[in-house]
């Protein structure tokens, strides 16, 4: 907790024009402060790093969610494709109706993410998927809603197209209070209704049978916490676009950290998370200065040697 | 074709060779169509003056400038790409395996990015080197642990691969605003604007690639019987293996070179052709030969045609086809 404040109070006061940490300190929480960062923070620094901290949990607690149900810990939402048909649907909404207020996007990208875990559903499970054809079938998946969006892309109005591909590098980048708001309300449903049943994962997590005959009622569980991670991952990708490898990286983290009982692994999982986006952030913005990097290209940088360390790792199963 | 077996081999040899001429007749009638069909019709007697009584009008300068380059570009990169995914999915025995899919092609694109961004311009050999450094550690990655190589370690590593090289690839593209406009539109995976100056360098490597994959059948063949069987036979599979590869490199990076990433092609085509000529590879190379070329021919020209006069990135194209493709392979090959 004190280091996602830290890290969130180090993103606000670096960047092109620096604010002593203190004073970031002092003006969040409303005490007397110099009133020359006010506007540098409230306006343009505080929105956007709360939005990267909210996309984090999201993304986090969406992976941690799909790891337990496919029972592979490389099953997170970026990989299996929920991302890219969430983007792929906020893009097309995005340019088919660009006058409609931004709300509705979070709702847009959450279609695209049911639609695309349906299909997954449908075409990859088999009695308990094999984690497997899960990720191939994700991994194709992906390339399919890529092309499509592509085509978006190709096609639409130049206004919009260029508002779609800032949206679409995943990044955090002009992020305001009209972009936080929307987003709140997702997560404020979902995070708490995925920590009310950490203690269903558990049990699912020992497989159908034994769950079953714990007393938990499978299918239903399982279907609730399905839509639970379609909707975190669509909400945080309507709001940053795809940002990888956040949902695979954090909940790994958080597992070593805090061991694998869910009740403890989705509030770290989420702190974790909200870390990694804020830090991406933070990287993005200063390595290159005064050019930003999205914080999509810093987390998949970072977190595909990640994946591919955790494949070295299970090299002998 | 039917594989009865009281049919003679020499008499199957005869109709698959006569299937060969018969591909290259349907492929040469696509090379004449794409050249035809565009933004504006022209008719094939004016091709032919094009060709062979140049006057300099404007229908003669769109066919020796623009059509003429496009069409034989889709061809030759559609023949790289599907013979280098033939012998991918030779080589280890994976049917899912594909330049594209390992990252093979990612790794060129990124080098050829790197090195617009460092020296202003992309030669061959970038693509080469970038192609052949990502073959060398997919495959370490694929082969690592107890099990070897397997098929879903391989993709696995490969499509992580893919992603990191891809945003290293943003990420340059997004820092250099110059590199971005030099080479944005070749990263789409267009076979749009080459002319004819910029395929000849491209040519010979292609050239010898198709060739000396064509000499390897007969060991792809052996190859995919398996490594014991193979050695068993009196082959040399490690040097079968690094020939093979090299090829894979050559034919991978010249297409990336000229047409930017296109996806697909090579995961797609020798499947299509292995169900028409069964497992020998000494007919599945000249095959997908054929039918990449035809393949990327008729999808190149059905993207000027679908919403003219704008066009679709090839690329594009051949995504949409390949991907259910690559699901359905998934669903029906990988059971465990």
């Known amino acids: 907790m004190g280091i996602v404040l830290g890290a969130l109070i180090f993103n606000i006061s670096l960047g092109e024009y620096p604010v002593p940490p203190l004073e970031v300190a002092k003006t969040i929480f409303g005490l007397p402060a110099n009133p020359d960062y006010a506007f540098v923070i409230n306006t343009l620094r505080l929105p956007r790093a709360l939005v990267a901290l909210l996309v984090g949990m999201g993304l986090a607690v969406a992976g941690t969610i799909s790891q337990a149900i496919a029972r592979n810990p490389l099953a997170a939402p970026s990989i299996l494709g929920i991302n890219s048909g969430a983007s792929l649907v906020a893009v097309v909404f995005l340019i088919t109706f660009p006058d409609l207020p931004i709300a509705w996007l979070p709702v847009a990208a959450f279609l695209g993410a049911f639609g695309v875990a349906l299909c997954l559903y449908w075409l990859a499970w088999n009695q308990g998927s094999s984690p497997v054809r899960l990720i191939l079938i994700g991994i194709g998946l992906t390339a399919l809603a890529g092309a499509f969006t592509s085509l978006m892309v190709t096609f639409g109005n130049i206004y919009d197209v260029s508002q779609a591909l800032v949206w679409l590098t995943g990044s955090v980048y002009g992020r305001s209070w009209e972009h936080l708001w929307p987003l709140l309300p997702w997560l404020a449903i979902f995070l708490p209704l995925s920590l009310v049943l950490a203690r269903d994962l558990d049990t699912l997590n020992l497989g159908d049978n034994l769950a079953q005959g714990l007393g938990s009622r499978v299918e239903r569980i399982r279907s609730i916490l399905l839509l639970c991670t379609v909707a975190l991952a669509g909400a945080s990708v309507a709001t940053a676009g795809t940002i990888g490898f956040v949902g695979l990286m954090a909940p790994h983290l958080a597992r070593q950290l805090v061991g694998p009982s869910h009740a403890g692994l989705i509030p770290v999982a989420a702190l974790t998370g909200a870390c990694i986006v804020e830090l991406a952030d933070l990287a993005g913005r200063l390595l290159f200065a005064p050019i930003e990097l999205p914080c999509g290209v810093i987390t998949a940088v970072i977190g595909a040697p990640y994946f591919l360390g955790l494949l070295y790792r299970n090299r002998n199963q | ?336």
């Not at chain 2, 035809?294 to 000027?304: C, H, I, K, Q, Y």
């Open chain 2, 1 to 336: 074709m039917t594989r009865s077996p009281s049919l003679p081999q020499s008499q199957s040899s005869i109709y698959l060779s006569l299937g060969l001429l018969i591909g290259s007749i349907i492929l040469g009638g696509c090379l004449l169509l794409s050249i035809l069909l565009g933004a504006a019709d022209i008719n094939p007697g004016t091709v032919w003056q094009a060709l062979f009584q140049f006057d300099g009008s404007t229908d003669h300068l769109i066919i020796r400038t623009v059509r003429l380059p496009r069409a034989i570009l889709a061809v030759l990169v559609g023949a790289a790409l599907a013979v280098a995914g033939a012998i991918t999915q030779g080589l280890t025995r994976n049917p899912l395996a594909a330049p594209d899919i390992l990252g093979v092609n990612a790794g060129a694109a990124l080098a050829m990015v790197l090195a617009v961004l460092m020296w202003g311009s992309g030669s061959l050999g970038f693509a080469f080197a970038g192609a052949a450094v990502t073959a060398a550690i997919v495959y370490w990655l694929g082969s690592m642990g107890r099990s070897g190589l397997t098929p879903i370690k391989l993709i696995i590593a490969g499509a992580a691969l893919t992603t990191l090289l891809g945003s290293l690839t943003t990420g340059i593209l997004i820092l250099s605003q110059r590199t971005l406009e030099d080479i944005r539109f070749w990263l789409a995976g267009s076979l749009a604007g080459q002319d004819l100056a910029n395929i000849l360098p491209v040519l010979p490597y292609i050239a010898v690639g198709l060739a000396s994959s064509l000499l390897l059948g007969r060991q792809l063949t052996l190859l995919a019987l398996g490594e014991d069987v193979a050695q068993g036979l009196g082959l040399q599979s490690a040097w079968v293996k690094v020939a093979a590869a090299a090829v894979v490199v050559l034919l991978a990076g010249s297409a990336v070179a000229l047409a930017g990433p296109i996806g697909f092609v090579g995961l797609v085509i020798p499947h299509v052709v292995r169900f028409g000529v069964g497992v020998d590879y000494r007919w599945i190379l000249p095959y997908a030969m054929l039918a990449g070329g035809l393949f990327l021919s008729v999808a190149d020209t059905a993207a000027r045609l679908i919403i003219r006069p704008q066009e679709l990135p090839v690329g594009i194209m051949t995504t949409v086809i390949g991907a259910p493709f690559f699901i359905y392979l998934a669903r029906s090959r990988i059971k465990r």
